[in-house]
């Protein structure tokens, strides 16, 4: 299993010397529910946003761009907010990005006119970039045995936001409020800086910041995305940029899909999209473990993209309720082992010096697939068939499997 369950000595594994083998209790909620909400404003906005752009002057063309200026944020700022928490810690990099978002919000439930719609867009991508430095917090307080199981526990925050967050957008959204789905989010990620300035320790020790200060400046960090071929951190680069390609394909075209096949609405597809979210959550909190103690992470890995893929497939010849659910089913399930697996290696990968930035740059890497992703998807679905997005995913996903996925290495 390449070396993966492999222990490494103290102080090598990424966590400052003498520090607990578990996340303070405080801190892993801190993060945990920072980690929710991010993805809880990201659910409530997607039912939301459409119209509420749409009142305030903007063409379906121009509100397709405010998805590409989320999504153009997070590519730009998650290499850069990861390596200044690698040089100034991981604490006041959660502190600002968390009083970003709680900014955005605001700004988005008051906005006046399109411009500070797109503004909130850019500053909550820039915000949501920091899911790597959550990861990195992670990496920096856990054994590299126990990394995977503490990432997919933190992905099922993801995953929850993921069920609840258009649900609630879709309740809260009033043609007399439409302003109060931003302005609750707002409330609770007020919440979350005061939990996160109470509860959540820093993680890296100031002579391991010091020691990453003598790099590149953080504006440059984004070149390194161009830069890591023949490293083991560019197989991971591919593998999220593919995995993610291929999921955002899915997510943009899947009502589609539903209503040309099953003739379903919003209501019946924002069903099956929470009932995707609660797989991922139990594939995370059930499957992930148990694989990774036997498999290790990189077969992991490669069993998530299987199935992932399966499930793609399936959806691209569904014709049926079952057929549709049961694929859509598969497509969590494969989401799920993947996104833990793949940080999991990474920090495996990297130095303590470098995990906030590694991190970040594949996810920057997620973040430049879910632009040309969608993109392509729409193409496809107009111009060959409802079911060629999801085809060409599939296909996208087994080329990592074959390509990329036997190019990792996890010896350290």
Request: charged share 10%; proline share 5%; net charge positive.
């Amino acid at each position: 299993m390449d070396g993966e369950g492999g222990e490494r000595a103290s102080g090598s594994d990424g966590q400052p010397p003498g520090a607990p083998g578990k996340v303070p209790l405080g801190a892993f909620a801190t993060i945990w529910l920072t980690l929710f909400l991010d993805l809880l404003g990201f659910g409530i906005v997607i039912p939301v946003l459409p119209y509420y752009a749409t009142e305030h002057g903007a063409s379906p063309a121009v509100v397709t761009l405010l998805s590409t200026s989320f999504s153009l944020a997070q590519f730009v700022m998650a290499p850069v907010l990861g390596r200044i928490s690698d040089r100034h810690g991981r604490r006041p990099v959660m502190l600002l990005s968390i009083a970003g978002s709680c900014a955005s919000m605001l700004v988005l439930g008051f906005a006046t006119t399109l411009w500070m719609v797109f503004l909130a867009r850019l500053v909550s991508g820039t915000c949501n970039a920091n899911v790597s430095t959550a990861n990195a917090y992670i990496a920096d307080r856990v054994a590299p045995r126990d990394r995977a199981r503490y990432m997919g526990m933190m992905g099922s925050a993801i995953g929850m936001g993921f069920v609840f967050g258009p649900a609630i957008g879709g309740l809260l959204s009033t043609p007399g409020h439409p302003e109060l789905p931003f302005l609750c989010a707002a409330v609770l990620a007020a919440v979350n800086w005061v939990m996160a300035w109470v509860w959540l320790p820093e993680s890296v020790e100031r002579k391991r910041a010091s020691a990453a200060t003598g790099g590149s400046s953080p504006w440059r960090s984004l070149g390194r995305l161009l830069d890591v071929r023949g490293t083991p951190l560019a197989a991971l680069v591919m593998v999220s940029f593919g995995f993610f390609f291929a999921f955002s394909a899915m997510e943009s075209t899947m009502a589609l899909l539903t209503e040309a096949r099953l003739g379903w609405d919003a209501r019946h597809t924002g069903y099956m999209f929470s009932m995707v979210g609660a797989c991922i959550v139990i594939s995370q909190t059930v499957l992930l473990g148990r694989l990774v103690r036997r498999f290790g992470e990189k077969r992991t890995l490669v069993i998530g993209l299987v199935v992932q893929a399966v499930g793609l497939a399936g959806c691209a010849i569904a014709f049926t309720v079952v057929h549709m659910v049961v694929s859509a089913a598969f497509i969590a399930v494969g989401n799920g082992l993947v996104s833990p697996s793949t940080s999991a290696i990474v920090s495996r990968v990297s130095s303590a010096e470098d995990q906030g930035l590694n991190l970040g740059l594949v996810q920057s890497a997620a973040a430049l697939s879910r632009i040309f992703g969608p993109a392509l998807a729409g193409v496809l679905f107009e111009h060959i068939s409802p079911g060629a997005p999801m085809a060409v995913a599939a296909v996208v996903v087994i080329g990592v499997v074959l390509l990329v996925a036997p190019r990792i290495r996890v010896e350290r």
